[in-house]
């Protein structure tokens, strides 16, 4: 089969022949085929019908401009795809077989011994890691005949060109072009009983755990879900059933008797494990039983399960938790340089955190940060080890995202005699002497939080100025490198450490109105409407100057243009942020295309009166300002004027540093897009040298890479960076991201959906209120399409959406608590929105009327 010419023994080769296992020339079924084969595994007689001929019958057929001629204008209309796949198949199916290949066909066939055969597609790009393309092809069984056998191959070679084939490709960016297939040819196995095999739970993705499914007769009928089949659960270390079928035999089963007996299940149990220790990775096993022996007809990995961190731990079970998910409600991945800044700061939080201890604290942040499916998860283990710990961690995630809260709350609950007994070391939070001088700043900010406010601002713009001139300084693009692995994540952190007084006062001043005005009025909900449209916040500063400029153009009549004075001026002031996921280093920012800030100005324009979205921030603060002045006087006549000049004091304070809190995140991504601009500096020299396509392939590629490259050594950046472009656009397809990742395998996507009537839907409430309108659902801020007074429906949001809510009627989001950033500005912005909702992006789709109750976290569809 290694021969190039299309030789008899190019067209078919058996299942034992050297080479057979090379998917270029068997394809993904038949290569798995032939090294469970050549492993001594019980796979039926068989050959494979090389890739090779399929060219050649392509190629003299003149099937291939066709196919050129197709794929060249095909683009994802269903009714295109179907089409083309149906002009292809003709093309397969029409005139008679050649001799070259019935002729090597007939000789394989009866060297099998002419009996019925198996016919199996298989495709170059099926039974991948990635994408496993099952049932995109076809099977053919009980094939007797050489001529039936013939057509059998070309209807499975025309299979490569089914519509769902077709679309599966243009999903997983595999190129039509590349495609070929290869045909295995078995012997029919006359089962008694068949099914599939699991060398991990697909389910749970719990990987010391086996699923067998088994049905009497063929096995097709489990593959294609035909029948119900009897389903085991075994531990795959002792072999142990963990559960067994809970259902009466079907048509066929002797009577009270499970179809499989344990020694079956022990051997097919066994005959897994070989197959997964052959492949390196779980696999989805078809296999039969007839009489005594049990055959293995297929293997292939199991696609969905999420992937592990690697290596694996070796002191007991670990528990991970996805930080930007939790924290800030990004459920997509970043790319390879985001990950590697946010993983430097992340991991140098610890030893921040405990500077003041007297002691290092420095974990292998490869360890308990590890990056899976491009996302940076967390080793919460040691906390979790620690109840007072697990509470803390609970609580926090309650206001953050309470489905992740919902979700370890569960999972401790039956498994926390499952974490290792061994406590890892925690960081002191420093030193008395540290604590003493937090609480001392922590008081000058609550005695005068508007000084406070100013010298915090004046540090920072210090800070900031010096890091712009250091980066402005630097002339070698190792010394760029430097600055963006070293100095910018210590000094980022910093920068954030000294803004946190005044964050933790905002908070301590908050809790002590609600406090108060509990006890004096009855309920704290009086204050929500006080904390809108707070003064010193950034990203509400950032969207009124948008309305600003909205108005100005409004006014004169003119169409905005990024080399208006105005936009220029609000890219010098807020062109480091992003339309999403700003805290990327790797995403481009509002300042390198001004094309979002020119949409966001036409919707403000397309929202009414052009002065109308400006008026709102000026309305608004004089109204928040109203509320408070209403609960002064309620303190007043009820509890006497002490109290309310106390309470008077206490809400001065809140709005002048309600606003702070947005403070820190925004001049992070000030130092993100610093951050980018050096890197990206390194990316034109390497482009310049021809390592690179262009300067931004940087940010696809491993800082060690780089640092190779410019040491003169010759890796391949093109390929690397372009293989980890396709990995990263493959995971922003990815819907799903497990809230809770076990080291034995186990992902947790969320808490059980709570029951409820059809068309509802619910969630945490974030911000009350209740609106009734239209739904866009919204995958990204760019060319979202939001009108005026539609419910903006989205995974999550961050500060580069916030624009967006100044014409939104309400939000509904998958992600997010309380205090997570959508539900914070749409409480400012006074709209009603619940987040937490379950599949809202999938469940609810655009143009739905639909009702939004911010006050009870409850959705519910109109459009019945």
């Known amino acids: 089969m290694t021969s190039t010419n299309c030789t008899e023994r190019a067209v078919v080769g058996r299942l034992t022949d050297p080479g057979v296992d090379d998917p270029a020339l068997s394809g993904g079924k038949g290569a798995n085929l032939a090294a469970l084969a050549r492993s001594g595994l019980p796979v039926p007689d068989g050959f494979v019908v090389s ?83 099952a049932g995109q092809q076809e099977s053919v069984l009980n094939v007797a005949g050489t001529a039936d056998l013939c057509d059998a191959v070309r209807r499975c070679w025309s299979s490569l060109w089914t519509a769902r084939a077709l679309a599966y490709r243009q999903r997983h960016e595999i190129g039509h072009e590349y495609a070929a297939m290869a045909v295995v040819v078995q012997r029919m196995v006359s089962a008694d009983v068949a099914g599939v095999l699991f060398t991990a739970d697909p389910l749970s993705g719990r990987r010391d755990r086996m699923v067998i499914e088994a049905a009497a ?24 059933v963990l559960t067994g079928p809970d259902r009466p035999p079907g048509p066929g089963d002797v009577a009270g008797r499970p179809l499989l007996d344990p020694g079956q299940l022990d051997a097919l149990v066994g005959l897994g494990a070989r197959a997964a220790a052959l492949f390196g990775c779980p696999q989805d096993v078809e296999w039969a039983v007839a009489g005594r022996s049990r055959r293995l007809l297929q293997s292939r990995p199991i696609t969905s399960l999420f992937p592990l ?83 803390r961690v609970l609580s926090g995630l309650e206001m953050k995202d309470p489905a992740t809260a919902a979700v370890l709350r569960e999972w401790l609950r039956r498994n926390t005699d499952r974490l290792p007994r061994t406590h890892g070391p925690l960081p002191a939070p420093g030193s008395a002497a540290w604590l003493l001088g937090m609480l001392s700043r922590l008081a000058a900010v609550v005695v005068a ?42 000094q980022a952190l910093d920068l954030v450490a000294g803004q946190l007084p005044l964050v933790y006062a905002e908070l301590l001043i908050r809790r002590g109105a609600e406090w108060l005005i509990e006890r004096w009025l009855g309920s704290a909900s009086v204050l929500e409407p006080v904390g809108r449209w707070l003064p010193h916040d950034p990203t509400t500063a950032m969207g009124a100057e948008l309305a600003r400029l909205a108005r100005n153009y409004g006014t004169a009549g003119v169409e905005p243009s990024p080399t208006d004075p105005g936009i220029e001026a609000f890219l010098a002031a807020y062109g480091h942020r992003a339309p999403d996921r700003e805290i990327d280093l790797g995403l481009p920012r509002l300042a390198d295309d001004p094309a979002y800030v020119i949409e966001l100005i036409r919707a403000y324009l397309q929202a009414g009166e052009p002065g109308r979205t400006s008026s709102r921030f000026e309305s608004g603060a004089g109204q928040a300002t109203a509320a408070a002045g209403e609960l002064v006087t309620a303190v007043r006549r009820i509890k006497g004027p002490l109290r309310a000049l106390a309470l008077r004091g206490l809400l001065d304070r809140y709005r002048e540093l309600g606003g702070v809190r947005e403070r820190p995140k925004f ?89 409820g009537g059809p068309a509802d839907l619910s969630g945490t409430a974030v911000s009350p209120g209740v609106y009734e309108g239209r739904v866009r659902v919204v995958d990204s801020p760019v060319g979202s399409g939001l009108r005026p007074g539609e419910i903006l429906v989205a995974a999550s949001t961050d500060p580069g959406w916030t624009p967006l809510f100044l014409i939104a009627g309400a939000l509904v989001m998958e992600v997010g608590g309380v205090i997570s950033h959508g539900a914070v500005v749409a409480r400012e912005y006074g709209i009603p929105a619940v987040a937490g909702v379950g599949e809202a992006t999938t469940r609810l789709r655009t143009g739905q009327r639909i009702r939004v109750d911010g006050e009870n976290g409850l959705v519910t569809v109109l459009d019945r």
């Open 309 to 391: 961190p690697a290596p694996p731990p070796e002191d007991g079970l670990r528990v991970y938790m996805p930080l930007l998910l939790a924290g800030q409600g990004i459920t997509e991945p970043l790319t390879p340089a985001g990950t590697a800044f946010f993983r430097a700061l992340a991991a140098g939080w610890l030893p921040h955190w405990a500077a003041g201890s007297g002691r290092r604290y420095e974990p292998d942040a490869s360890a308990w940060l590890p990056v899976v499916a491009g996302r940076l998860y967390g080793d919460v283990t040691v906390l979790l080890r620690r109840p007072w710990l697990a509470a």
């Open 51 to 133: 890739t090779a001929a399929y060219r050649r019958f392509v190629h003299e057929r003149g099937i291939a401009p066709i196919i050129m001629q197709v794929i060249d204008g095909l683009g994802g209309d269903p009714g295109d795809i179907d089409a083309a796949s149906a002009r292809l198949r003709r093309a397969f199916e029409e005139g008679p077989v050649p001799a070259w290949l019935r002729e090597p066909l007939a000789g394989a066939y009866a060297a099998l011994g002419r009996g019925a055969v198996a016919v199996r597609s298989s495709a170059t790009a099926e039974d991948l890691l990635e994408a496993s393309f």
């Open 667 to 755: 001049d992070l991504v000030r130092v993100i897009a610093l951050g980018r601009r050096a890197l990206l500096g390194v990316g034109t020299v390497l482009a310049a040298q021809g390592l690179l396509d262009d300067a931004d392939d940087v940010f696809f590629l491993d800082a060690a890479d780089v640092r190779a490259a410019l040491a003169g050594a010759s890796p391949q950046l093109r390929a690397v960076s372009a293989a980890n472009r396709r990995e990263y656009r493959r995971e922003l397809r990815r819907r799903a991201v497990p809230r809770l990742l076990v080291s034995d395998g186990e992902t947790v996507y969320g808490p059980a959906v709570p029951a």
């Open 449 to 490: 939080p508007a000084r406070a406010r100013r010298r915090m601002l004046t540090a920072v713009e210090r800070r900031l100025a010096e890091l712009v001139r250091r980066e402005a300084e630097l002339s070698t693009p190792l010394q760029r490198m430097e600055f963006v692995e070293r100095t910018l994540p210590s």
């Open 217 to 240: 007769g063929l096995g097709e009928a489990v593959v294609s879900g035909q029948v119900t089949p009897e389903r085991w659960v075994v531990d795959a270390s002792t072999r142990a």
